[in-house]
């Protein structure tokens, strides 16, 4: 009776030996828990990790920028619309990893601050999950999709494609004069502005989608940077969804097509 004992005490030793190993093998997928520190302020964000994540390969990589009702500091409301909606929805059809950082609550995306945080969440990122240099994507709606026109300008050549969603370059009326604060980084309302930012972002995959009865960020900012584009030989998609609000971005992560577009580019 002892030696069966003993016997079966080194079955389950070992046997738990085994499973610790193999636990600690298996790497984190799903939505994780990440923070970065930049200039000594700690900030949250999630990473969303494909179920088939292995360190052997590189991966593509997505930035998504929220809108302006998920700001704040849990690193947990972005989470809920947009890009990690669609994926709550119908993982299978989003193999790649993506980074969802948080703007503060009073921030703004295209404000210096905030695109440095976004960008060093997207390096910590990248280095941790074996981001793909030559497939990083951005997208973004609402303020998302203008932090998406200002860090694609800004950073030409570094994302393999951008899809802004109901967003633009210049700020609504009703926005400059709540945030007069934002006029330093506002592009004026003319041709010049559309034309400047088109031949920064240049040649780099761009796909807008917009609703045509958008009441909050009117849709003319989106038509106009579509023929902004073209008119410097962009590479450039514009979807309008007629009758649909300000809230286009369910039917954008939605499109079937778009993850195929967005990962058949590469830099």
Known sequence: MRFYLAIMASFLAFSLAAATRSSARTPQTGFLDRSISVRGTSYKYQVFVPEDWSPKQKWPIILFL?????????????????????????????????????????????????????????????????GDAKRTYLTGLS?????????????????????????????????????????????????????EVAKKIGKTPVWIFHGGADDIVPPQGSRQLQAALQAVGGDVRYTEYPGVGHNSWDKAYGEPELMTWMLSKTL
Do not use: N
């Open 66 to 130: 929220h809108g302006a009702g998920e700001r704040g500091s849990d690193g947990l409301l972005q989470t809920d619309v947009g890009l990690p909606h669609a994926i709550r929805l119908e993982r299978s059809r989003f193999q790649t990893i993506v980074v969802m950082p948080q703007c503060l609550k009073d921030g703004w995306w295209a404000t210096p601050q905030m695109e440095e945080m976004a960008l060093a969440a997207l390096t910590a990122a990248s280095k941790e999950f074996r």
């Open 143 to 195: 303020m998302g999709g203008y932090g998406s026109w200002s860090l694609a300008a800004k950073y030409p050549g570094k994302f393999a494609a951008v899809v802004p969603i109901c967003g633009g370059i210049v700020l609504p009326e009703h926005l400059r004069q709540q945030r007069p604060d934002l006029s330093s980084i506002a592009y004026p309302d003319d041709a010049k502005s559309y034309e």
